[in-house]
């Protein structure tokens, strides 16, 4: 089992369109009829979907207001990540665990905070 989508409330929604395809491997990105949401589909499958503030899905669910979410990125990839984060202007708060694996801690433009990994909750790293 996994995580197969997420959903995060939006201010501006082609601005944070915008902002997650600079930071995020996208592979492929599916935007509702109506114009209030899109998903932004990682390579595993795994989506980040945008809606606008407001908007409800299916039997009336919402998408967080504020929250955090994290994603595993290699070790190797890190200093990517953190340049990625960097030429977008984003302060970057850099954590190191105690096993020596390392976090990259951002908000994004509607104050979601998020977080680039290099291990999980197993204390695996990808490349393990």
Do not use: C
């Not at 809606?51 to 994603?71: D, Q």
Request: charged residues 30%; without cysteine; hydrophobic residues 35%.
């Amino acid at each position: 089992m996994r995580f197969l989508e997420i959903h995060i409330e939006v201010a501006d929604l082609e601005a944070s369109r915008s902002f997650y395809r600079k930071l995020l491997p996208v592979t492929k990105e599916v935007a509702w009829t109506d114009g209030s949401a899109v998903a932004l589909v990682l390579s595993d499958g795994t989506a980040l979907g945008l809606w606008k503030k407001g908007k409800t899905g299916l039997y009336n669910g919402r998408g967080g207001a504020h929250l955090h979410f994290a994603l595993q990125i290699e070790p190797g990839e890190y200093d990517e990540y953190l340049k990625r984060l960097k030429s977008l202007n984003i302060e970057v708060i850099e954590h190191r665990w105690d096993d020596g694996q390392r976090s990259l801690y951002f908000f994004d433009p509607d104050g979601h905070q998020g977080e680039f990994m290099t291990k999980d909750w197993l204390g695996r790293t990808s490349e393990s």
